[in-house]
């Protein structure tokens, strides 16, 4: 019988809250592991922070999913985490590494809430913004106080406003002719792209050696070389304007080859980074106003959906691949019909 007085879930909301429960799943069991071999105690309450935010996310979304009569997603648990596994990240990784995830968070949160309608989601995903704020913001004053957090370069403060002169502003791509120097709003892009890059190699080396399987291991060490490519792109185009480059505190991995994760977690990991690198790439592009660079994003971001793909054709061959929510195949029940 339908209740005509209950708010159903959107296709929006559906989406949303099953993205929700495999991203706080996985990260569950990475905190986790980083939690039992954290011995720093500045740094240790942020990760229980982050640790207890998807453990909270997770006990809501299967209450919820149980009164909506939502099949739970079977995301990511203990089997997907070797706990006697020994030491693979240094405090400080873990500290940059929640850090990154919070502004991933932030971007994701931001989208949920905007795609909401029923106010019990809205409720969720506004403090689950909230939250991620709180997380990214400690984690910043943790780093800072330990003269580890890394700034965007210092830029003279503007005296007086300008207008663009001429369509020569927008041009870049000419060898011949000189570039323009780049704005603030150019830097700031380049600058964060090389950050999410270096912390994507890294990520990729301890998962490549870790992981038990060759194809595994090969496709992490292609992921590296293609964030250790884009951080040289990114890098030049700021040394040329004589702005120093970015350089991550001691993110340290340890030389430990054994299994902390499972493949499946390792590449959906990795498929989350792909697609945070695209929607970055897309951004900065938008806000970019030096052809170069936009042809220079355009172009990268081709090559992370190549290598994307490749990821999602690993993850099928093996049946790792969850799929989403969605609308029934109507011609596909016809026939069957038939």
Known sequence: MVNENKIYLTSAEIGSLWTSYMNDSMSKCVLGF?????????IKPAIEYAYNLASSHLDFLNS???????????????????MEAPWLFSDIFCLTYVNHMARVGM?????FVAMSTREDISNFFTEG??????LFNQTNKIALSKGILAKHPYLEVPKKTDFVEGKQYYSGLNPFTNKRPLNAVEISHLYMNVMTNAMGVMLALSFAQTSPTKEIQDYMLRGKDIANKHIKIFSEILLDNDIPTPRLPDVAVSNSTTQTFSDKLLMFHMSLL???GTGNYATAAAA?????LVINYERLSL??????????DIMIKHHWLEQPPGTKDRNKLTRKKT
């Open 107 to 111: 971007l994701a949160y931001s989208g």
């Open 303 to 312: 090559e992370i959906g190549l290598y994307a793909k490749t990821g999602a």
């Open 64 to 82: 919820l999913f149980d009164q909506e009569q939502y099949a739970v997603p079977n995301g990511f648990t203990e089997n997907d985490v070797n």
């Open 34 to 42: 980083m939690l039992k071999h954290l011995k720093d105690t500045d």
């Open 288 to 292: 970019s106003q030096r052809n170069d």
């Open 129 to 134: 913004l909230i939250d991620t704020s709180t």
């Open 274 to 276: 792909s697609a945070t």
